[in-house]
Every structure is written in C-alpha cells, then in structure tokens.
C-alpha cells in the first residue's frame, strides 16, 4: 500500500513538496521554498510537516528554487538520504543554492538588525553555504531515460520535461505483493516549440498523475506571433531613443532571450546596438547550458555549430556580461540604445530593481515582462498596471511603456497540457492538480472533464491519498 501527501504547490504556484510513503520508505518529491510576498515567503521558516532524518531519499524534478530550495533546510534538520536528479540538473543546483544562501545570510543580517533595535530577539539563517554543500554531496545523478531501483521496490526514470536544462518528469514504479503501481510527477512541463530544448516527453501510462496548471486558464501566442511581438517592441524603444529593462529568470528564460536575439541580430532584425546581461548568476547558469548544449534540440545544436562555437558571445556578438556590482551601476548611465537582462524575474530582488528605480519614471524606457508573475511581487503589480511603486524606501512613478509577452513562457499551456496528459488515455490515471493558483487549477480542471472527460482533484495542503 503506498499514500501520496500533498505538502507544497497546492493551489499555488510555489513551495513544491510531495512526501510519497511506499512499504515502509519515505520519499519527497521535491522540497521547494515559497515564493511571493512577505506572508507567502515566512512558510519558509516553519516546520516542515515531516520528520527530515526520516526521509530515506529526495527527488528533485529541476533546480528552479521554488521546487529544490529549501534542501539545505532540510539537510540542516537532519536529512541524510540521496538526492536524485540529472546531471545537468546537479551543475544548476549548485548555482541556485549559493546564491540564494548569500541572499538567506544577507536577509537575515538585514532583519536582525531592525530586531535589536526593536529590542526583539535575532534569527538565524534558515541555512548557510556549509548546508549547501551537504546537498550536494548527498547528490546522485542519473541519466534521462534510464530506470534505476533507488529504495527495495521503488523504481525511476527520469523523462525530459523540456521546461529548463536539466528540467525531469519523475516516473515511479512501485512494486508491492499487489502488484505494480506506476506514479507520475510531471514537474514543470515546458512550453512546446521553445528555443534550445527539446520538447517534454510523452509518456505513455501512469496509475497516478500529479499534473502542473501554472498556465491552466490560457493559451500562449503562437512562436511566430511572439516573435514578432519581441520585434516590434525592440523597434519602438529604438525609435523612441530609450532602453529595454528585461527581468528574466537567471536559469531558462534568460537563454531563451539570448537566442532569439542572436537570431534577430543574424537578420538585421536587432536595432539596439548593445545587450548586457546583468547577472552574475545568469552568466553562470548561461555557461551550464552552454557545457550541456548536447541537451539541446536537434536544430538548435546545428544552429550553434555553425558558428563554430558554444559560447554566447560568438552567438550574439552584442552581448557584454555585467559581472560586478561596478558594472551594474555603469548601466544606469546609458540613456538609450541598449538591452538589459538582469535578474530576478519577477523584480523581487537582485540587480533589476536597480535598474527599475534609475529607469521606470523615464518615459522612452521599455520593460518587457517575460515570464509567470506570481502574486505579492513587485513584477506583478507592473503588470497589473501599477501606477506608482515603492524601491528602496522611495516612491517611483511608473511612465516606462510596460509590455508583457507571455509567448515566452517556460511553461506549457492548457491545450498543451491537456495534449501531454491525454496520452495517459488507457486506462485513464488519477489526476490531481499541483503547482498552479485556484482559479487556473478550476478552469484546467473543468476543460480536462470536457475535453477527456476525466476528474482532476484539486488537493489541499496536508491532504492525504491512498494510490
């Protein structure tokens, strides 16, 4: 007998967590931190609902910080067992949880000295860089396709989810004296048709299928559509003299952009003369792919081989990177004619925020929202139509020319969705509805029923079912 608990990214899009209880073993898929405003992000201080030294082992679907970021808690609590991901999946993990301990360590400096000055009592970090490297060091890699037992009667493979390098849908199978059990996780599921990866793997069967519905309620625009979108917006800022501000996510999206830029620039579609991007972690994460470009999909591997190279800067010979703090400032100097990429990707910090205070009152600047943006963050109220926003304890009015383009998602989307799941028709799985806000999960859920007349659960924290 085996029972599924649902502990994170229901009926939200962050906080990532499933504990799964198999003959005796207890496995997480994923352990993710919450992301959002101030009231979403303290679930992260509280207890995990689990005993961490309990756990025999963790599966990690991508690197993406709201499904592998509170790993280092967990370890900090007493987690010793593997962690199971892919190769690529393991270069972008190390990269994500250093970053986000210096930005834990420099929070919690932060937040303690306005504790004693209030005279309340200090907090601790919720992890360190030591904590880190126990994560890693209780990493196992294994390949995409290839079934490995991990624990007696528990079986993975990892599928290609196409969502970012590295990204998986975990497939378990489960044996017990009643026979087999086949459980699915679709992690995040990428958008089909986007640049560098390839698309997710169908898969052809599953008992019990935990699905994400980040898009549930939409559609996308088609590539074409998207493309010539980005064009258009890259033509008016030209012409009105100003600057694109892009926030990008450091780990997907910003590789996407890179692509399709150098794509422009080979077409003389490319006006601005110069494309900095503006993030340390981003250059990195630009790097890992580059190593794992094999990843790649077939014709983005020809494109980049015919330049005789894997490195951005021979794809896209605009493109400076913007190391240091330094750097960073200097930009708010050009008043016009450039591109910046810089992190994170729904303006809740790092480098973008700066360029939003220096840029978002000046009224021939552009910014170009590109990816999800999740409530209480500051990319959400832009894209609600905030009129003015508050940075670093000053109010900014918001005159730059906003435009979101949701073609670019890293996400698929309800038709996609639906497609990917639908191939799991005989006999039809138990369905759930994870990762993803209330009314997507509704309107996925009701067109799931129309279109292949199943039921999809949409499960709360806590709850608990038998497979």
Known sequence: MAFLTFYGATRQVTGSCFLLEHAGH???LDCGMYQGGNETEAANREEFPFIPAEIDAVLLSHAHLDHCG????LVKEGFRGPIYLTPATRDLLRLMLEDAAHLENKDTEWENRQRLRSGDEPIEPLFDLQDVDSVLRQCRSIDYQRP???????????????????????????ASRDGRKRLLFSGDLGNSGSALLRDPEPIDGADLLLLESTYGDRCHRTLDATLQELKEILVTAHRSGGNVLIPAFAVGRTQELLYWLGQFDRQGDLPQQQVFLDSPMAISASEIY?????????EEQRAFARTGSTEWESWLPKLRYSRTTADSMALNQIQGGAIIIAGSGMCSGGRIRHHLKHGLWRRQNHL?????????????????????????????????KIHTVGGFSAHADQRQLI?????????????FL????LEPMVTLQQAIHEQLGWFAGIPVRGQKIEL
């Open 26 to 28: 207890r496995l997480l």
């Open 290 to 298: 580059a190593r794992h470009h094999h990843l790649f999909s077939p």
């Open 70 to 73: 509170l790993l280092p808690k």
């Open 419 to 431: 497609e990917w799941a639908g191939r799991l028709r005989d006999p039809a799985p138990k369905l």
């Open 434 to 437: 994870v990762h993803g806000e």
């Open 148 to 174: 490995e037992q991990i624990l007696p009667g528990v079986t993975v493979t990892f599928r290609d989810a196409g969502h970012i390098l590295g990204s998986a849908t975990v497939e378990l199978q489960l």
């Open 368 to 400: 170009l929202i590109v990816g999800f943006q999740a409530r209480g963050t500051l990319g959400r109220l832009l894209v609600d139509g905030a009129q003015r926003v508050r940075l670093f304890g000053q109010e900014i009015a918001v005159n730059a």
